[in-house]
């Protein structure tokens, strides 16, 4: 079943949401510092991921035209009246921030390495393993950070599900449209480009700057068309 991985994946996060919104009544002073373990770990996490750039000067123009893109379009505001629009519905005072939960865990879960790794070997080969290893990683954030921010987190898994299940179900098109070295390349650079948002996503949630994340995801297809134009002619 070429969706089996992107199913667990969804599944994964959401089992962990329901464990951590059973340790939303823990002491606001721990959720306070468990925050800022994650805030740390994020960035790391992010940091770690940019260093995966092959040539960071691509990185640095797709993010500036991303942020161009992206501020025009508003996607932050827009993802978050789609949270605000839930909220209204749910109840606030029931479900936490769902704009916020949503969005981070949704720019956490989506951007990386392993859902375009994973996703390609589900469609290409029927492996999973790089799926469920990452349903494990996102079941574990998705408790701690649905413990802090709450249900909006669960929402995170209906992305994640159709951006893995796209891509492995266009798999055998990538595949073939798209030459392996280059392909390689536009991973390097999705990954890295990512990681600077991931970076920001921690920077946030430490609350040394707000940064509108959402607005720097244009900054993907624009990497991938800056690393394809440069395999091809130059």
């Known amino acids: 079943m070429v969706l089996l991985g992107s199913l667990i994946n969804a599944l994964g996060i959401a ?39 092959e040539d960071f000067f691509y990185v640095i123009v797709s993010l500036i035209a991303g942020a161009v893109i992206g501020e025009v379009l508003n996607l932050e505001e827009k993802l978050h009246a789609v949270g605000r629009w839930i909220e209204r519905r749910m109840g606030k005072s029931k479900s936490g ?21 994973g996703a390609l070997d589900s469609g290409l080969r029927g492996d999973h393993s790089v799926l469920m290893t990452k349903a494990m990683i996102d079941g574990f954030t998705s408790a701690v ?75 993907l297809p624009v990497i991938i068309l800056l690393v394809t134009i440069q395999h091809y002619f130059f």
């Open 15 to 53: 089992a962990g949401t329901l464990i951590g919104l059973l340790l939303t009544k823990i002491p606001d002073r721990i959720k306070e510092t468990v925050m800022i373990a994650i805030g740390l770990s994020v960035s790391i996490l992010g940091i770690t991921m940019a260093f995966k750039s």
């Open 145 to 219: 950070l649905a413990s802090t921010l709450g249900i909006g987190v669960l929402l995170s898994a209906i992305p994640v599900l159709l951006y893995e299940g796209a891509i492995a179900l266009l798999a055998g098109v990538i595949q073939s449209s798209i030459e392996e070295k280059l392909l390689s390349s536009l991973i390097s650079e999705m990954t890295a480009a990512g990681g600077v948002m991931i970076l920001a996503i921690g920077l946030n949630m430490l609350q040394i700057k707000a940064i509108r994340v959402a607005n720097l995801l244009p900054a």
């Open 97 to 117: 921030n769902i704009a916020e939960g949503f969005v981070t865990a949704t720019l956490i879960f989506v951007i990386g390495a392993m859902a375009i790794v």
